[in-house]
């Protein structure tokens, strides 16, 4: 959200007001979520504050970048990589990489839903590598839902992850704890109800039945964003930032549990004939 960027900016600023001052005060008045405008009296001073500002962010980790300024003396100093953000600047060696495999994982619990997704890359000397890509969490809608039923709202949420993804992707692998949300996406949507049924549809669209798959509860990453964890614990969170451990391993040594059949009655259309 905006509030929180807006904080997550300022703070970095306040914590760090005694060695950047000036640095430190033009982003407490001058920046707007990621944007900042602001000036100086003189080109020297003009570079010494974008010096400043960039030391400043790169602290907590903040890249400053697509820099613009009336001074040609000021753009002449901004290193090149940082007037504008090019694909490859993520992706340095993506000519070495041969293939991508998207992993997402959903989970619910009674008050949140979530989404978390991860490219899986593979280089051309068999090197494997795990990134973190996007994440979203829920909460969830203030009538009283089944677990299920979020979970399918999670599973969602990677439908519409599928949409924003312009990589060439070699596979797709869906990943869920809940034996019923996955007899659920190994059927029609026909025979469910509205609820059910409307949303497994949409859902093959982009992630067809046979991308799905269990997952034990203790390796699904989808689990800090439904349950909460504080952020002493995220930052070493191991399965967080880098996926289940058996995702770096060949894909004959990933899980491949049996999903037992489990009627849902209550979710399943029923048609009387006479």
Same mark, same amino acid.
């Given at each position: 959200? &905006?509030?929180? @960027?807006?904080?997550? +900016?300022?703070? =970095?600023?306040?914590? &760090?007001m005694?060695?950047f001052?000036?640095? @430190?005060?033009? /982003?407490?008045?001058?920046?707007?979520?990621?944007?900042?405008?602001?000036?100086?009296?003189? *080109?020297?001073?003009?570079?010494?504050?974008?010096? !400043?500002?960039?030391?400043?962010? $790169?602290?907590?980790?903040?890249?400053? &970048?697509?820099?613009?300024?009336?001074?040609?003396?000021?753009?002449?100093?901004?290193?090149?990589?940082?007037?504008?953000?090019?694909?490859?600047?993520?992706?340095?060696?993506?000519?070495?990489?041969?293939?991508?495999?998207?992993h997402?994982?959903?989970d619910?619990?009674?008050?949140v839903?979530?989404? *978390? /997704?991860?490219?899986?890359?593979?280089?051309?000397?068999?090197?494997?590598?795990?990134?973190?890509?996007?994440?979203?969490s829920?909460?969830?809608? +203030?009538?009283?839902?089944?677990?299920p039923?979020?979970?399918? &709202?999670?599973?969602?949420?990677?439908?519409?992850?599928?949409? +924003?993804?312009?990589?060439?992707?070699s596979s797709?692998f869906?990943?869920?704890n809940?034996?019923?949300?996955?007899?659920w996406?190994?059927?029609?949507?026909?025979r469910?109800?509205?609820? *059910?049924?409307?949303?497994?549809?949409?859902?093959?669209?982009?992630?067809?039945?046979?991308?799905?798959a269990? /997952?034990?509860?203790?390796? =699904?990453? @989808?689990?800090?964003?439904s349950?909460?964890?504080?952020?002493? %614990?995220?930052?070493?969170? %191991?399965?967080?930032w880098?996926?289940?451990?058996?995702?770096?391993?060949?894909? $004959? !040594?990933?899980?491949h549990?049996?999903i037992p059949s489990?009627?849902?009655? !209550?979710e %399943?259309s029923?048609?009387?004939?006479?």
């Amino acid at each position: 959200s &905006c509030f929180a @960027a807006n904080m997550s +900016i300022k703070q =970095n600023a306040i914590d &760090c007001m005694h060695e950047f001052h000036l640095a @430190a005060k033009m /982003v407490t008045e001058s920046f707007y979520v990621d944007d900042g405008l602001f000036g100086a009296g003189s *080109v020297e001073e003009a570079i010494e504050l974008r010096k !400043e500002m960039q030391e400043l962010f $790169s602290r907590e980790g903040f890249l400053l &970048c697509k820099w613009n300024s009336t001074s040609k003396l000021v753009l002449e100093s901004i290193e090149h990589h940082l007037k504008d953000v090019q694909e490859r600047f993520y992706f340095s060696d993506i000519s070495q990489l041969k293939s991508f495999q998207l992993h997402g994982f959903i989970d619910a619990s009674e008050d949140v839903y979530a989404a *978390v /997704v991860y490219i899986r890359s593979q280089d051309t000397d068999g090197n494997i590598g795990i990134s973190l890509v996007i994440a979203k969490s829920c909460v969830s809608p +203030i009538k009283r839902m089944s677990i299920p039923r979020l979970e399918l &709202c999670g599973a969602q949420l990677l439908h519409y992850f599928k949409g +924003i993804f312009n990589l060439k992707l070699s596979s797709i692998f869906a990943w869920t704890n809940t034996n019923i949300v996955l007899n659920w996406l190994q059927g029609s949507s026909r025979r469910f109800k509205v609820f *059910v049924g409307n949303r497994v549809s949409s859902i093959f669209d982009r992630i067809p039945a046979d991308r799905w798959a269990h /997952v034990q509860g203790t390796d =699904n990453p @989808a689990d800090a964003p439904s349950r909460g964890l504080f952020p002493s %614990e995220l930052v070493s969170h %191991e399965l967080w930032w880098n996926g289940p451990p058996w995702l770096r391993k060949p894909e $004959s !040594e990933w899980p491949h549990d049996f999903i037992p059949s489990i009627k849902t009655l !209550e979710e %399943e259309s029923h048609i009387t004939l006479y």
